[in-house]
């Protein structure tokens, strides 16, 4: 199949048969899912001591006698929550480490807003260890004082995600009322759990990359080799995890990732396998048209320009359509999935 991007690699073109087919799709997708192991800890962080602060009465009960809380001391900050699974049919050469975006947590690879099986799901029955996180300040790896988290959280309106994740027509797109919403045509986005959707947001602050660059290096550090699956936001800090691990982070799979690696280092990913997804609607869009081309064109032009051979796929390309920005919870969700999947194969991941 011909690519409207011939500068950029795609996959080989028995994947991209199997993928317009629909041959891609979801296997071994019933029955129990046995698991040898699961678990979870916190992974990285740091110790702040504050002082200064007044001491301060409250009550943490409603009918409780009060009590002082001094606020100077020491906080343990900037950790991050990891959950595991270990499947008992270990068939995956290496864990696969699942990477949230924006304003998001590990919740993203669960179950869909409709109650389908979600990525997670999926590569577990495959017969993969996959690790799922919560970054720094997201979830259940807990947030910190405005005395360590400078600057101000983002939250979302409910309708922005709708808006700017391509699941609407743009901007005035949404409306509380479903029949009202102008949903892009043909969106696999199960839109009638959009409520859903939007309870998973949590809010994030824009200063805290170096933070969370750190917690997943240490989560690295302590249990690859590896492949890191990340979804947007989580792509460029999968860049540059990988660029400071690249020994140890041994394939990269990006679900429309929101930004690069570090541009001057791009050398390092010249022996990483990497596998690019885009979904629909990226034409139409404001912004993906540019985010696409910093990472296809300007940060694999360096890579390549290495030796390097990242790989990107275009889904409307195989004739695969209506594709939100939120790949893992469309209704052909596992199809997608079954694509990953298939170029692991290729790359000699799976046994």
Not at 67 to 96: C, H, S, T, W
Not at 266 to 284: E, F, H, R
Request: charged share 20%; net charge positive; hydrophobic share 40%.
């Amino acid at each position: 199949m011909q690519s409207r991007f011939p500068h950029v690699r795609t996959l080989g073109a028995l994947l991209l048969t199997m993928a317009a087919a629909g041959c891609a799709g979801p296997n071994n997708m019933k029955g129990p899912l046995v698991l040898k192991d699961m678990g979870s800890f916190h992974v990285g962080g740091r110790e702040v001591t504050i002082s200064g602060k007044p001491v301060k009465e409250v009550r943490f009960t409603a009918t409780g006698a009060p009590a002082k809380v001094d606020p100077n001391g020491v906080y343990q900050v900037e950790q991050m929550y990891v959950q595991y699974f270990i499947p008992q049919n270990q068939r995956g050469a290496l864990p696969i480490l699942m990477w949230h975006g924006g304003g998001l947590t590990g919740v993203t690879y669960e179950s869909t807003p409709d109650g389908r099986p979600g990525w997670l799901n999926y590569f577990l029955r495959q017969g993969w260890a996959v690790y799922n996180s919560d970054a720094v300040e997201r979830g259940r790896s807990g947030f910190a004082s405005p005395d360590v988290f400078q600057g101000e959280p983002v939250f979302l309106t409910k309708a922005n995600p709708f808006e700017r994740f391509r699941i609407g027509q743009g901007p005035g797109s949404y409306d509380p009322d479903p029949a009202k919403m102008k949903v892009n045509p043909g969106s696999q986005f199960p839109v009638e759990a959009y409520d859903n959707f939007a309870k998973q947001g949590v809010p994030r602050w824009l200063t805290t990359d170096d933070a969370i660059i750190r917690a997943y290096i240490a989560l690295v550090d302590k249990v690859c080799p590896c492949i890191v699956l990340a979804h947007s936001q989580g792509g460029p800090f999968a860049f540059k995890v990988a660029q400071a691990r690249p020994d140890t982070v041994k394939a990269l799979i990006l679900a429309e990732p929101a930004g690069t690696g570090d541009m001057a280092n791009a050398a390092a990913l010249k022996n990483t396998p990497i596998l690019t997804v885009y979904g629909d609607y990226v034409d139409q869009d404001a912004r993906w048209p540019v985010m696409r081309k910093s990472v296809t064109d300007d940060f694999y032009g360096r890579v390549r320009a290495a030796g390097g051979k990242p790989e990107v796929v275009n889904l409307p390309e195989l004739g695969i359509k209506g594709n939100s920005h939120m790949m893992m919870m469309d209704r052909n969700n596992l199809q997608i999935a079954g694509i990953m999947q298939d170029w692991l194969k290729s790359k000699g991941f799976y046994q």
